[in-house]
C-alpha cells in the first residue's frame, strides 16, 4: 500500500544535533496502519503550531513539513534545551490504490493525523456470476 523512505542517517543525525546543533531537519515519529477502506497515519507533533504545517502530494509523494520555534523568548539565558525545534519533515511514498485527491488531515493533541482512502478500483468487489441454461455460442 504504501512505502516509506528510510533514513540510515537518523539516528547519527539526532547525535549530531543534540553535540552540534540542528543539523538537518528532524524527523517525525509516526504510526500508519489501515482501517477499513482508509489507510490512516498518525505523526507525532507536540508543541506545534497547526499554521506552520505544510502537506503537499506530487506524484503519488506527499511530503510533511512542521515547524517548532524556541519558546524561549530573545535574551533569555537558556538553562536545558532538550525539546527539538526547528524543521521536521516525512517524505512518504503512496501506492497507486490510494486516493490522493481526497486526503483528510486534521490536528489534535499533538497527532497530524492523515486518512487517505484506498481508490475505488483497489477495493475488492464481488463479481455476479449470470446463471445459464447451457453453454452459450459464441458469434463470430
Same mark, same amino acid.
Given at each position: 500500500?504504501?512505502?516509506?523512505?528510510?533514513?540510515?542517517?537518523?539516528?547519527?543525525?539526532?547525535?549530531?544535533?543534540?553535540?552540534?546543533?540542528?543539523?538537518?531537519?528532524?524527523?517525525?515519529?509516526?504510526?500508519?496502519?489501515?482501517?477499513?477502506?482508509?489507510?490512516?497515519?498518525?505523526?507525532?507533533?507536540?508543541?506545534?503550531?497547526?499554521?506552520?504545517?505544510?502537506?503537499?502530494?506530487?506524484?503519488?509523494?506527499?511530503?510533511?513539513?512542521?515547524?517548532? =520555534?524556541? $519558546?524561549?523568548? &530573545?535574551? !533569555?539565558?537558556?538553562?536545558?534545551?532538550?525539546?527539538?525545534? *526547528? +524543521?521536521?519533515?516525512? @517524505? %512518504?511514498?503512496?501506492?497507486?490504490?490510494?486516493?490522493?485527491?481526497?486526503?483528510?488531515?486534521?490536528?489534535?493533541?499533538?497527532?497530524?493525523?492523515? =486518512?487517505? $482512502?484506498?481508490? &475505488?478500483? !483497489?477495493?475488492?468487489?464481488?463479481?455476479?456470476?449470470?446463471? *445459464? +441454461?447451457?453453454?452459450? @455460442? %459464441?458469434?463470430?
Amino acid at each position: 500500500m504504501m512505502l516509506m523512505r528510510t533514513d540510515p542517517f537518523r539516528e547519527f543525525d539526532r547525535f549530531a544535533q543534540q553535540v552540534f546543533g540542528s543539523a538537518r531537519p528532524a524527523a517525525m515519529h509516526m504510526d500508519a496502519y489501515r482501517s477499513g477502506d482508509d489507510f490512516i497515519v498518525h505523526f507525532d507533533l507536540p508543541g506545534i503550531d497547526p499554521e506552520s504545517i505544510d502537506l503537499d502530494v506530487e506524484r503519488n509523494v506527499l511530503n510533511v513539513r512542521a515547524e517548532r =520555534r524556541n $519558546p524561549a523568548p &530573545e535574551g !533569555a539565558e537558556l538553562i536545558v534545551s532538550e525539546r527539538p525545534s *526547528g +524543521s521536521f519533515s516525512r @517524505q %512518504l511514498f503512496l501506492g497507486d490504490t490510494l486516493d490522493t485527491e481526497r486526503i483528510e488531515a486534521s490536528y489534535d493533541a499533538g497527532v497530524l493525523t492523515l =486518512r487517505i $482512502p484506498v481508490t &475505488e478500483k !483497489a477495493k475488492p468487489r464481488r463479481i455476479q456470476i449470470a446463471g *445459464g +441454461s447451457g453453454p452459450k @455460442q %459464441l458469434k463470430s
